[in-house]
């Protein structure tokens, strides 16, 4: 995304607008963590970077297009856990950033139990 100003361009990477969406969706009750699905370590292998985990942008002049990939926790409701996700992900990004976020897709990849959160917690 980019810019003009009167004192020049303004331009955000996508990265950034990944991070962003990312880190308001972790911090959504409900989602343990996100997954970056099978294609992540091959990504990885393949171009040598580390891929925003679970985050995928697409930005169009103004406006951005957001899938998630993400854990949620056992005992949920999957459905208000996702709304809430949505939600989140869109105002951080919408305020953050100016772009208007006009979709947030969610995959719900899997459910993290007490015994996968305690490794996912170990890892770190």
Same mark, same amino acid.
């Given at each position: 995304? *980019? =810019?003009?100003?009167?004192?020049?361009?303004?331009?955000?990477?996508?990265?950034?607008?990944?991070?962003?969406?990312?880190?308001?969706?972790?911090?959504?009750?409900?989602? &343990?963590?996100?997954?970056?699905?099978? *294609?992540?370590?091959? /990504?990885?292998?393949?171009?040598?970077?580390? &891929?925003?985990?679970?985050?995928?942008?697409?930005?169009? =002049?103004?406006?951005?297009?957001?899938?998630?990939?993400?854990?949620?926790?056992?005992? /949920?409701?999957?459905?208000?856990?996702?709304?809430?996700?949505?939600?989140?992900?869109?105002?951080?990004?919408?305020?953050? /950033?100016?772009?208007?976020?006009?979709?947030?897709?969610?995959?719900? =990849?899997?459910?993290?139990?007490?015994?996968?959160?305690?490794?996912?917690?170990?890892?770190?």
């Amino acid at each position: 995304m *980019s =810019e003009n100003s009167q004192s020049g361009i303004i331009r955000i990477s996508d990265d950034v607008i990944s991070i962003i969406a990312g880190l308001a969706a972790l911090d959504t009750p409900g989602i &343990a963590s996100m997954s970056g699905g099978i *294609s992540e370590g091959f /990504t990885k292998r393949m171009s040598g970077k580390n &891929a925003k985990k679970g985050v995928f942008v697409e930005i169009m =002049e103004s406006e951005a297009a957001i899938d998630l990939r993400v854990i949620v926790n056992y005992g /949920t409701m999957i459905q208000d856990v996702c709304r809430n996700l949505q939600e989140n992900v869109r105002e951080s990004v919408e305020n953050m /950033t100016g772009l208007r976020v006009v979709e947030v897709n969610v995959k719900v =990849e899997s459910l993290a139990v007490k015994k996968e959160l305690d490794v996912l917690y170990k890892e770190k």
